[in-house]
């Protein structure tokens, strides 16, 4: 049976799907192939439909495809569903621009196709992308960063963090991997390291504000409710 070639639906990678020697017959379901050839004389007709089970070569994960397969090995295959049919995505909230979480999005289907450079120099971008995004555009990373914990934007272990992203960044930005190459396991960290960046930055701040709001707006209904008026919040 040939090999499928398609986008895994865990990790995304393009990559011809390895069988695995499992068929369950989708019961009672008859797939049309053949439609709409003529070069070859096929005529359209009703075969029995399958779920088979492939392994993708690149994350080793499991995934079926729901197949229209006539009987004998010269049969037509057609592939009609895959499952799952599209790796997850990482989703940030709105508070982040969505520029920055375009990239930091990328940093993440990176790591999960294997490819460790483009996840850290993508986790790096997003680093320096963050600090710009707060108005600091001068100096290199490391001054972009000092910045944003000496304007109190971030907390002492979150300006740890993004160091720890722009060493690893800038090793794979120069081309500093011919003797200590970056594992796996170290780009997991160092994207882990830019998610607490971007929670310290733009996650946080935006759901204490909004928490702050929804408090301040159910004092004000309270107090609207009794006759006296919007209240301040308290100091």
Wanted: aromatic content about 6%; charged content about 25%.
């Amino acid at each position: 049976m040939r090999a499928p070639t398609t986008n895994c639906g865990w990790c995304g990678a393009f990559a011809a799907m390895i069988p695995v020697q499992l068929a369950v017959s989708a019961t009672g379901r008859k797939g049309i192939i053949g439609a709409g050839r003529s070069e070859d004389g096929a005529k359209a007709r009703a075969v029995p439909m399958y779920w088979r089970m492939y392994t993708c070569p690149s994350c080793r994960e499991a995934s079926l495809a729901l197949v229209a397969e006539e009987d004998g090995d010269d049969g037509d295959i057609e592939f009609r569903r895959w499952v799952p049919d599209k790796p997850p995505v990482k989703v940030y909230p709105d508070s982040i621009p969505k520029a920055i979480a375009a990239v930091a999005r990328e940093a993440h289907s990176s790591l999960r196709v294997g490819n460790v450079q483009a996840a850290v120099l993508m986790a790096r971008t997003t680093a320096e992308a963050t600090a710009k995004a707060k108005g600091i555009t001068t100096g290199n990373l490391a001054a972009k960063i000092n910045a944003l914990y000496a304007q109190r934007l971030i907390y002492e272990h979150v300006r740890d963090a993004a160091h720890e992203v722009r060493f690893v960044g800038n090793d794979a930005a120069h081309g500093d991997l011919v003797d200590d190459p970056i594992s796996a396991e170290e780009a997991e960290s160092i994207v882990e390291l830019m998610d607490m960046l971007l929670d310290g930055v733009f996650i946080a701040p935006a759901k204490t504000a909004a928490q702050a709001a929804a408090r301040q707006a159910r004092k004000n209904a309270s107090a609207g409710a009794n006759g006296n008026g919007a209240v301040l919040s308290s100091p």
